[in-house]
Nanobody, 120 residues
Framework: QVQLVESGGGLVQPGGSLRLSCAASGSIFGISDMGWYRQAPGKQRELVASITGGGSTNYADFVKGRFTISRDNAKNTVYLQMNSLKPEDTAVYYC??????????????WGQGTQVTVSS
């Protein structure tokens, strides 16, 4: 009853930029923490960035200064602006959203994933 739809992935050259979006819809009373994770083939899923309901952000060391996480509460959407992309950023990127359901309980949801490929 809650859906997350990701968009914005694709193929980009090293040094290029992409903006990922993740929009939540459905039986939502409110959203607290949101985050972006990524997983490359043969590797564990890792946290890229997170943002709390109050707007506090946290970044993995490997993206500090290059990526920016933000949110639009009116649209139930979290964004990841990715600049100065490197080949090692190539991965499937997943959004994570902590939702308070209108029915009264909390649940965490994952997006379907969007492929980011950084290559010449």
């Amino acid at each position: 009853q809650v859906q997350l739809v990701e968009s914005g992935g694709g193929l980009v050259q090293p040094g290029g930029s992409l903006r990922l979006s993740c929009a939540a819809s459905g039986s939502i009373f409110g959203i607290s923490d949101m985050g972006w994770y990524r997983q490359a083939p043969g590797k564990q899923r890792e946290l890229v960035a997170s943002i709390t309901g109050g707007g506090s952000t946290n970044y993995a060391d490997f993206v500090k200064g290059r990526f920016t996480i933000s949110r639009d509460n009116a649209k139930n959407t979290v964004y990841l602006q990715m600049n100065s992309l490197k080949p090692e950023d190539t991965a499937v990127y997943y959004c994570s959203v902590h939702v308070r359901r209108r029915e009264g309980w909390f649940q965490n949801y994952w997006g379907q994933g969007t492929q980011v490929t950084v290559s010449s």
